[in-house]
């Protein structure tokens, strides 16, 4: 059972009953991320992310944290391009404590000065240590070249120049401007009473009146074709990508299924041709991200510096054979199979439940209900997936590369 009511407070609240459920998992998911930042400001949304669990002027992030393991509880939070969202998942009879947490901290977070300083240190390591990872690094690089001078093409983590240059200041102020009532989303899902958290979350958000979803303007730059970091690594790190859908395209359903038949899973024609036939590479797959107004989907692979180019022609030749051949019933029966018990089987619990309710009000506006999502699934037809293939083919197609290996080795 769905419940989904606007508060007076200006909270959008959806809860989903689970029967047999013991457990509850409430999530708070706020309608700004690292998109909406501006450039010297970049990284704002994730440091708030961490500033946040710092605790309130009354109640530290210690005792926080001791309450919430002395019940079993576990928090935790994420940022991304479009949204940050927190989330405690406890046992029903302690569902006030977890309202009582995030309540507090959304609305009331201490945001000492001595607790930024200290974060800011460990998200300057936290961003060194991404710069460390190849696999990072050439995924971050690729939607830089994909999106260039666009805020979907940052890293959610910002810079060392923008973290080391926010200050407190303009911290307060993107609180204060971003986390209020009509920017954000509660969700729970478990043992709950659709009434009593309505009542409970009026209560805790009632002073964070106002506010509302951040305005955006879409990417109207070309992307770039080729981005190359020389680094002395055993392996090369390979991402192509190329725009696509929005999630209000009605053709993400297609390139749901297109996805799945390219290098979404072990039966893919990726995996088995580069991985189970060539033996190129250990591991290679593709992966769809939708954004309010576009999208991306991207090829990854790391694989031996010698196997590159073989690799890259293995890619693109399976990418044009889609745009000209399609798909064939089989795969569209084992692609569909899949999604539909992928779907179904994410929601077996109440996290996972709570993510899917709480990310579909906040970025669709209301909740698709999963019958709805499985007849989307189960509607695309071949011809859809040929329309969409075929207009892929036409999007340009942009390389990101970090290994031993110069712009000149790959045409640049």
Not at 373 to 400: I, Q
Request: hydrophobic share 40%.
């Amino acid at each position: 059972m769905i419940d989904v009511e606007a508060l007076d407070c200006g909270v959008r609240l959806v809860t989903e009953r689970m029967v047999d459920a013991r457990s509850v998992t409430i999530g708070v998911w706020v309608g700004t991320g690292s998109r909406d930042e501006e450039d010297d400001r970049a990284g704002a949304s994730h440091f708030m992310e961490h500033l946040l669990f710092k605790g309130t002027p009354s109640w530290g992030a210690a005792e926080i944290a001791e309450a919430v393991d002395e019940v079993g509880g576990d928090m935790n939070a994420f940022t991304t391009k479009e949204y940050t969202a927190f989330y405690i998942r406890l046992l029903s009879e302690n569902l006030n404590l977890g309202l009582d947490v995030l309540g507090a901290i959304i609305t009331d977070p201490a945001l000492r000065p001595e607790d930024i300083e200290a974060e800011r240190q460990v998200i300057l390591d936290e961003i060194l240590m991404h710069a460390d990872e190849a696999a990072d690094l050439v995924a971050e690089q690729c939607m830089g070249a994909l999106f260039p001078g666009h805020p979907l093409g940052r890293e959610v983590l910002g810079t060392t120049r923008s973290v080391k240059t926010l200050e407190v200041s303009q911290i307060r102020r993107f609180f204060d401007v971003h986390y209020r009532a009509s920017n954000l989303v509660v969700a729970a899902a478990g043992n709950v009473d659709h009434e009593l958290v309505a009542c409970e979350v009026e209560r805790r958000f009632a002073g964070r009146l106002g506010g509302g979803p951040p305005a955006r303007k879409g990417p109207d730059s070309p992307s770039l074709g080729l981005v190359v970091t020389r680094r002395p690594t055993e392996q090369v790190h390979l991402v192509l990508a190329m725009r696509a859908a929005g999630r209000h395209s009605e053709d993400r359903w297609s390139l749901a299924v297109l996805n799945h038949v390219l290098g979404g899973g072990m039966s893919s024609r990726l995996f088995q041709e580069v991985r189970e036939r060539r033996g190129l590479a250990y591991s290679i797959w593709s992966e769809r991200i939708h954004y309010d107004e576009t999208g991306s989907l991207t090829v990854s692979v790391g694989t031996a510096p010698s196997h590159a180019r073989e690799v890259l022609e293995v890619v693109n030749v399976e990418l044009d054979r889609l745009a000209h051949a399609g798909i064939t019933e089989r795969e569209l029966f084992v692609a569909k199979s899949h999604l539909r018990a992928e779907m179904l089987l994410s929601l077996e619990d109440s996290g996972a439940r709570m993510s899917r309710i709480g990310s579909s009000l906040l970025l669709h506006g209301r909740v698709l209900e999963v019958d709805e999502l499985l007849e989307k699934v189960e509607g695309v037809t071949l011809e859809d997936v040929a329309n969409l293939a075929a207009k892929l083919a036409d999007e340009p197609r942009t390389l990101s590369v970090v290994g031993p290996f110069d712009p000149a080795d790959f045409g640049g």
